[in-house]
C-alpha cells in the first residue's frame, strides 16, 4: 500500500461542498438529506470560518479530492471533539486513505488542544464495516443507544483518547 500518493490540506475550498457530495455519495450509505448535511458543513465553514467551529483534512490524488474528515469541538467542554464526518471515495476504498485520515484528524485536533474524540456511527448490519474500521484505529465503544435512529438502528458511540 503506497500511501505516500496522497496529499493532505486543511483548507476548504469553494468546490469542496460538492466535492463532499460525491465522496458521501460514492458509499451509498446515505441519503440525499445525510449527504446534504456532509455538504453544508463546509459550506457554513466558507461562510465564517473558524467560528463555525467546524475543521477539515481533505486527501487529493492526482489533483481530486478523493477523502475527507470532518471534526470540531464539542461545546461545553474542555478537551473533546466530535468526528462527525470521515469518508473515503468508494474508488479509494480498501488502501490505508481512511486510516491516515484518521491519524491526521488526530493530529489536528491535539494541535487544538483537544484529547477525546467521540464518533457516532449506526448498529445497522451495513455498518459493520465502519465499526470495525474504528476498533482497527483503536477507538472503544462507549454506548449503544437502541433504536435511536429508527426501530432497529442504534446509535454506536466510540470514543478515542489521544496521548
Not at 448535511?37 to 477539515?56: D, P, T, V
Not at 486510516?99 to 445497522?124: F, Q
Request: negative net charge; contains cysteine; aromatic residues 14%.
Amino acid at each position: 500500500m503506497n500511501t505516500n500518493i496522497y496529499q493532505f490540506r486543511s483548507n476548504v475550498t469553494a468546490h469542496d461542498p460538492n466535492n463532499i457530495r460525491e465522496i458521501v455519495s460514492s458509499s451509498g450509505f446515505f441519503s440525499e438529506e445525510e449527504i446534504e448535511i456532509a455538504a453544508e458543513l463546509a459550506e457554513e465553514f466558507l461562510q465564517k470560518g473558524i467560528e463555525s467551529g467546524y475543521y477539515f483534512v481533505f486527501a487529493e490524488l492526482e489533483g481530486k479530492t478523493v477523502g475527507y474528515s470532518c471534526f470540531g469541538p464539542i461545546p461545553a467542554t474542555k478537551f473533546s471533539f466530535d468526528l462527525y464526518w470521515i469518508a473515503v471515495h468508494n474508488s479509494e476504498r480498501g488502501k490505508g486513505l481512511g486510516k491516515l485520515l484518521m491519524e491526521k484528524s488526530e493530529d489536528a485536533i491535539s494541535k487544538l488542544g483537544g484529547n477525546r474524540i467521540y464518533i457516532e456511527t449506526s448498529g445497522r448490519e451495513q455498518y459493520i464495516p465502519t465499526q470495525q474500521f474504528y476498533f482497527k484505529c483503536n477507538c472503544i465503544k462507549e454506548a449503544e443507544l437502541k433504536d435511536f435512529y429508527a426501530p432497529g438502528d442504534s446509535k454506536i458511540i466510540f470514543v478515542k483518547e489521544l496521548e
